[in-house]
């Protein structure tokens, strides 16, 4: 596969649920970052990683967790989350910081 | 506080150019455009660097006024695929781009 994965598509969970998110990119890119899109609020940033290492939180709630174990793979750990926490979540990754980045196809979380 | 993108939707017929500014309180040293299709990721368009550059291929450019602190998408001759929301985003506060809330742009033949 090329580009950038996302699994799974879709995710329905219970409030009490853990779950993960998975991320995983061939193109070569060092950075990676996780955004929120609802209808709400548009786009919004959560992390970022450069060469594995978390260079961004962006005051995002503890029941949010990220984890990039190399360059090609990024996690987002789920715990107890809110019913407002339902969004598309979008991975992207880029060649180096604040370069052009290429988006995942997202993971539409519904929380019940 | 995220860039101001105006206008927030605009009804084109095919062939019709538009507009779509993109400006900020904050200093811009970069902007990022970005297309999305409903129900698809977003796919990047182009980066725009120096205040001045001017970008663009085929019927889509875009120029950043650093001074001015905007950035400027222009669409020409707009085709029916040119359909969908349009993003700027801006690495503001640090690290990682902050977007504007988007602008939906209806293309009808």
């Known amino acids: 596969e090329t580009g950038v994965t996302q699994t799974p598509r879709h995710l329905v969970m219970g409030m009490t649920n853990k779950k993960s998110l998975k991320c995983e990119q061939h193109?070569?890119?060092?950075?990676m970052y996780w955004y929120k899109q609802s209808a709400k609020k548009p786009l919004e940033l959560m992390f970022v990683?450069?060469?594995?290492?978390?260079?961004e939180n962006n005051s995002v709630p503890s029941r949010f967790s990220p984890e990039c174990p190399n360059s090609s793979h990024l996690f987002l750990h789920l715990h107890t989350l809110q019913p407002e926490d339902s969004a598309l979540y979008l991975c992207?990754?880029?060649?180096?910081?604040?370069?052009?980045?290429?988006f995942g196809s997202g993971t539409r979380l519904t929380v019940v | 506080q995220q860039p101001v993108q105006s206008p927030q939707a605009v009804i084109l017929r095919e062939g019709e150019d538009a507009v779509i500014n993109c400006s900020s309180s904050?200093?811009?040293?970069?902007v990022h455009w970005y297309r999305q299709k409903h129900g698809e990721a977003p796919v990047f368009l182009m980066i725009?660097?120096?205040?001045?550059e001017q970008k663009g291929h085929e019927k889509i450019s875009a120029s950043f006024n650093e001074k001015k602190q905007q950035s400027s998408l222009y669409l020409t001759a707009s085709q029916l695929s040119y359909s969908g929301t349009y993003f700027c985003?801006?690495?503001?506060?640090?690290?990682?781009?902050?977007f504007g809330k988007g602008t939906h742009l209806i293309i009808q033949p």
């Open positions: 193109l070569g890119h060092n950075a």
């Open positions: 725009l660097l120096k205040g001045g």
């Open positions: 992207a990754s880029s060649q180096e910081l604040n370069y052009g980045y290429t």
């Open positions: 990683y450069s060469l594995e290492e978390r260079v």
């Open positions: 985003g801006s690495p503001l506060y640090a690290d990682g781009l902050t």
């Open positions: 904050k200093a811009l040293y970069s």
